[in-house]
């Protein structure tokens, strides 16, 4: 099997991850929106914003075109769904569930692989890849984030969240460089699964300030 994708097969592939990221991540916004009482409106801003703010962000960033989100409609009926989904049932019930981690983990997962691949596809190296594809999977979260008054994830307090992205960006864009993209996609998103869920049942947080106090003078024996 060949381990190089053509042009074509990049297009559809990065299609397919951000759609499902979209959804996951509508979902993931309209179970926000439950735990606010938000109404219908509500809950479609929070949501859609939710799953397509990264892709709109990394696509900006890009410059090669108008965002896809804004000429592919099926992105704006997707990410409705996944809101829509939360809307009609109360998912919020199991935020604190397997399955809930996992939805959260592979939205995450396959955004960042999403991200990173089409950076590649339009010719720009590996630390603009790994940029972005950590932007279209933490993007949309920070954004509604902001909008609920909630501190993003992306800052901390939370398992392991962006870090993940970084992580999953980078197993991307080596596999892209040794010639294996496709691997790159299945490695980056078992890496990102993995590492998420893992982050979830055993609490991994970076350190923070607290963690680190300085030492005063009196600590030094001065």
Not at 25 to 36: E, K
Not at 129 to 139: E, H, P
Request: charged content about 10%.
């Amino acid at each position: 099997m060949a381990n190089s994708l053509s042009p074509e097969s990049v297009t559809e592939l990065t299609r397919a991850l951000d759609l499902s990221g979209v959804f996951a991540n509508g979902t993931l916004g309209g179970v926000l929106a439950r735990t606010r009482s938000l109404d219908l409106f509500g809950f479609l801003v929070i949501g859609i914003v939710s799953g397509l703010g990264g892709g709109i962000l990394r696509d900006t960033l890009l410059q090669h075109g108008t965002p896809v989100a804004l000429t592919d409609y099926t992105y704006l009926a997707v990410a409705t769904a996944g809101t829509m989904l939360a809307f009609v049932t109360d998912l919020s019930r199991h935020t604190s569930g397997w399955a809930f981690n996992l939805l959260d983990a592979s939205a995450l997962s396959v955004w960042a692989v999403a991200g990173a691949q089409k950076t590649l596809a339009v010719g720009l190296g590996w630390l603009p890849a790994v940029l972005l594809g950590t932007i279209t999977a933490v993007g949309g979260g920070a954004i509604r984030d902001l909008l609920l008054a909630r501190t993003p994830s992306i800052f901390g307090g939370t398992p392991l969240y962006a870090t993940v992205a970084v992580l999953v960006s980078v197993v991307l864009v080596v596999c892209s460089r040794l010639g294996a993209p496709t691997v790159g996609v299945l490695a980056g998103i078992a890496v990102g699964v993995s590492l998420r869920l893992a982050a979830f049942t055993w609490g991994w947080k970076l350190p923070g300030s607290r963690d680190w106090p300085a030492r005063s003078s009196k600590d030094r024996g001065s």
